[in-house]
C-alpha cells in the first residue's frame, strides 16, 4: 500500500521529465534506519547509466517536479548518493487503517490474475513409499504458491502427478510379493533393488490376512495382484499425510492415462515427424543437441521398449498446455535440476509457449537436532516420515518451517527448535501476537471497555505505533513480492516482521491503560494487525489461533 499511495507521484513525475518509460523500475523499501524516514526509493541511481547524469542531479530533477499533499507526504529529501528519502503523513496512516477496516479477510488479495488459469503440481510422490520429509518441503511450498496465486485473483488448478507406470511398481510387485512369502518362508529371497521399507511387510501382511498362502507362486497374477494391493495402500497412505497437512488437490493425473489415450504414441509420431528423434542401437533417441547445442542426446525409449521418464514427463506437460492454463508450475526436488532444460526444450520445439511453465527446484532438507544430524526416529528406531514429524511438532510447525527458508537455500530442520514450546520458535511467536489481541478484545469486553465510538487515527503518534502500521501496510507489495519470485519465504518473513513490531507496540504503548481515545484508535490498530496477521498465515496455510 505504500507504493499505491506514493507510487503513482513519483510515475507522474518521471513522465513530465519524459522518462515514463522507466516507471517499471520504479521502487520502493523501508529504510533500516529510522532517521533515513519511512520509505525511499533509488530511482536516481537506477536511472544513472541510462541518462549519463549524476544520481543526485536525476533526484534533484525527480523532486522538482513531485506534486503531492503535505498531509500524505511531509517531506522528501536525498541522501547519500542519490536515494530519495520519503516521511509520510498523518493522512498515509490513517488511510492504511481504514483500507484493512474496510477489507477485511480481503486486505492483501490482487486482481491481477483475473481471467487467468494456473496450474500448480505438487507432492507427486510415487505410489511405492510413504512421504518423508523431501515430500514434506515440497508440499508445503507447492500449497503456498497455489495460495499466492489464489490471492492475486488467478483461478487455480492444484494438481498431483502419480507415476504408476514403469519399473518401479513392478518391483513395489515384486518386493510386496517377497515379504508376503517370507510370512510363510523366512529364507524367500528379497529382490536385490526391492524396497525394504517396514510398509512393505505391512502391505505383505494383509495379503497373507486375505489369501492366506494362495500367491505364494511367482506368477504374472499374483505379482500383479501385489503390486496393485501395494499402490493402493501407498496411495491412501499418501493421501491421508496430506489431509493431515491440511492439502487438497483437484485434479490427480494418472500418468498412464498417457498410455491409455494415445499420448505417448501421438507424441513419439509428431517428434519424427520433425525429426527430432532418431534411432540406435535398438532404441529411440531424442535429438536434443539438435534444438539446443548445450543439451544431450537422450534415450526416450529402451531398446526394451520401455519408455524413459522424459518421454512421460514431455507428454504431460503438452496436456496441461493444451487444457488451456497461462501458466503451468512445477515443483521438483533439485535432483531432477538435468530433466528441466529438456522438458523445456522439447516443449519449445514442438510449438508450445515454454514461457508458460515455471519450475521450482527445492533444495533438499536434513533434520537437525542440538546440532547433529537425526537419521532415526528415537520413538520407532526408523527413518523420520512426514507423519511421524507431524506427530512430533504438529501441523503449523512442520508446515511453517518448511516454508520459511528460500527454495534456493538447503533446509536445516531445527527439531529442538520446533519442538520449543516459547516465542523462540518462530511460529509460535507469529501465532503468540495473533492470540495476545485477541486476548487484549477479551479482556476488554470483560471490563466493558468496547464501545461502537470510532478511533481516531491522528492520536496514533508514537513511533511504535507508526512503524507497526508502516509495515502493515506492506502486506500488498509482500504478495507481489512472493509472487513474482514464487518464494512463500517472503511471506513468512514479512509476518515475523508484523509480530515482531506488534510486540515492540504492545510493550511500549499500552492499550487498555490509556484514555479513551487513544485506547480506541490502539484497539483498531490492533484490529488491523490481527486481520493481516490472519490473512498472511492463511496463505501460507497455518492456523491463527485465538488462545495459545
Known sequence: MVELLIKPIFEKALVSLELGEYCNILSFEQPKIAS????????????????????????????????????????????????????????????????????????????????????????????????????????????????????????????????????????????????????????????????????????????????????????????KICKEKGEEWCNATIRDTMVRLGLHHDVYFNEQTLYNDGSINKLVERLREKELVYDSEGAVWFAFKKINEKLEDRVIIKSSGEPTYRLPDIAYHINKLERGFDTVVDVFGVDHIATVPDIIAAVKALGYDESKVKVLLYQFVTLMENGEQVKMSKRTGKSYTLDELIDDVGIDV???????RSINTHLDFDLALAKEQSDKNPVLYIQYAHARICRIFETAKERELLSDEKGDFSLLTDEHERKLIRTLARFEEHILRSLHSLEPYIIAEYLRDVATDFHLFYHHCPVLRSEKEIMNARLELCTSTRIVLKNGLDILGISAPEIM
Open 398 to 404: 512442520v508446515r511453517f518451517f518448511f516454508i520459511m
Open 36 to 223: 533515513h524516514g519511512d520509505s525511499s526509493t533509488n530511482i536516481a541511481m537506477s536511472l544513472t547509466r541510462i541518462l549519463k547524469k549524476a544520481p543526485r542531479v536525476i533526484a534533484e530533477e525527480i523532486i522538482s517536479k513531485l506534486q503531492y499533499d503535505n498531509n500524505l507526504i511531509t517531506s522528501i529529501e536525498i541522501a547519500g548518493a542519490g536515494f530519495i528519502n520519503i516521511r509520510l503523513g498523518n493522512d498515509f496512516y490513517k488511510a492504511v487503517l481504514e483500507k484493512i477496516e474496510k477489507e477485511k479477510q480481503s486486505y492483501g488479495r490482487l486482481t491481477l490474475g483475473s481471467g487467468k488459469k494456473v496450474n500448480v503440481e505438487y507432492v507427486s510422490a510415487n505410489p511405492t513409499g510413504i512421504l518423508h520429509l523431501g515430500h514434506g518441503r515440497n508440499a508445503c511450498i507447492g500449497d503456498a504458491v497455489a495460495n499466492l496465486y489464489d490471492w492475486a485473483g488467478y483461478e487455480v488448478t492444484r494438481e498431483y502427478y502419480f507415476n504408476n507406470a514403469g519399473n518401479q511398481m513392478n518391483m513395489l510387485g515384486l518386493s510386496v510379493h517377497a515379504r508376503y512369502c517370507q510370512t510363510f518362508n523366512a529364507e524367500y529371497p528379497f529382490p536385490e533393488n526391492g524396497y525394504h521399507g517396514e510398509y512393505i511387510k505391512e502391505i505383505a501382511q494383509s495379503l497373507a490376512d486375505e489369501f492366506a498362502s494362495k500367491l505364494l507362486e511367482e506368477n504374472e497374477a499374483n505379482l
